[in-house]
Structures are given as C-alpha cells and as structure tokens.
T-cell receptor, first 109, second 112 residues
Framework: RKEVEQDPGPFNVPEGATVAFNCTYS??????FFWYRQDCRKEPKLLMS???SGNEDGRFTAQLNRASQYISLLIRDSKLSDSATYLC??????????FGKGTSLLVTP | NAGVTQTPKFQVLKTGQSMTLQCAQD?????MSWYRQDPGMGLRLIHY???????DQGEVPNGYNVSRSTTEDFPLRLLSAAPSQTSVYFC???????????FGPGTRLTVL
C-alpha cells in the first residue's frame, strides 16, 4: 500500500495563530492531492484540493512539492471552529483515495 | 438533496452474524465506495463501484461483499461478522473518478 504520512499532533494553538501541517507521500506517480477535514465523530469533508502551483482559499493555503513528495496546509488567523482533524489524501492512478491518519488541531480561546 | 445517506447509524452484532449496511445517494453519482476507519489508522477502501453492475475490491475486501444493482444504492454485506470488523464504516460517492468524494455520516459497528 502506498503510504501517506502525517504528524498526528495534537497541535494546540491559540485563536489568531498561524499553524502549518505537513504530509509526505510515497508514490511518485500520485496524481491528485487533497486536504479533508473531519470533525469529531463526523464524516470527512473536502477542505480543498492541492495544485502544483499552490492555492489559497480564504485563510487556508495549500502547497504541493512533487519533487519532494510533500504537501502542506497553512491556516492563518485560527478560529475556534477550525478545531478538527485534517486528513491528507492522495489519489494514485484510478479511483481509490489513500488517506493519512490525520493531524488533530485544537484552537483554544 | 439528501446527499449520501447511511443506515443504520449504530449496530452491535455477535460474532458470526451477518448484516447489510445500507448506502444511498441522490446525486446521480456513478462512483461509490465503502471505507472503514479504525483508531490510529487512515480510512481504508473496502470495495468500490464505477457504475451500476460494476464493482471492484479495494485494500481490505475480505469478509465483505457488495453489489450495485442501481445507481443510487451500494449496500455492504458482512458475511460472518468478526471482532476485527468493529469499526466506523463510511460510504462515499462522486460524479466521476476525479471529482470530490462526498461521504455519508457513517455507521458505527461493534462486533462482540
């Protein structure tokens, strides 16, 4: 099985902080990359896709480095509502998604 | 749209019992899949389907059967439940193989 590795955390940060999550993947032929968010005892939901040129969605910025097989997610101005587990997800060829184990974030007042 | 729905939400089985986890979607998605999520592990693909009448195995298919007789439904059958199948099961669907996968709310299964 191709591996997707994440730092499990937990990351405890105060409101307003900037926090970064990293992820590495083992299959150099991987084609698509995503960050999903999973709240406690809920289903995963797509946060954002990750493109080679990097992409931003409001306070969230995702970067992909294909040469290093490395994906990152930056969250600026953290909110209490950002507390969740963030899943790094990679699609190789075909349909199946490979999920990392997730990084837990707790934003505190 | 209801999106992806799963029933039941919770289930307790005894070892050796069989049951079917139901999954339905009303988004006319061709692709559907079943994952299991265990503590300390990422989601793992059990089976998936790229359209009605077509199914294939994922990473951890043993002990599970699926069928896809309609576009909307993709049930997962546990043939003879084992404690190792205690897990949270998520069904997901997408319009195509490259699109976002939408997940159902999950079924929490305990096998005693």
């Amino acid at each position: 099985r191709k591996e997707v590795e994440q730092d499990p955390g937990p990351f405890n940060v105060p409101e307003g902080a900037t926090v970064a999550f990293n992820c590495t993947y083992s299959n150099s032929a991987s084609q698509s990359f995503f960050w999903y968010r999973q709240d406690c005892r809920k289903e995963p939901k797509l946060l954002m896709s990750v493109y080679s040129s990097g992409n931003e969605d409001g306070r969230f910025t995702a970067q992909l480095n294909r040469a290093s097989q490395y994906i990152s997610l930056l969250i600026r101005d953290s909110k209490l509502s950002d507390s969740a587990t963030y899943l790094c997800v990679v699609r190789d060829s075909g349909y199946a998604l490979n999920f990392g184990k997730g990084t837990s974030l707790l934003v505190t007042p | 749209n209801a999106g992806v729905t799963q029933t039941p939400k919770f289930q307790v089985l005894k070892t050796g019992q069989s049951m079917t986890l139901q999954c339905a979607q009303d988004m006319n998605h061709e692709y559907m899949s079943w994952y299991r999520q265990d503590p300390g592990m990422g989601l793992r693909l059990i089976h998936y389907s790229v359209g009605a009448g077509i199914t294939d195995q994922g990473e951890v298919p043993n002990g599970y059967n699926v069928s896809r007789s309609t576009t909307e439904d993709f049930p997962l059958r546990l043939l003879s439940a084992a404690p190792s199948q205690t897990s949270v099961y998520f069904c997901a669907s997408s319009y195509s193989g490259n699109d976002e996968q939408f997940f159902g709310p999950g079924t929490r299964l305990t096998v005693l």
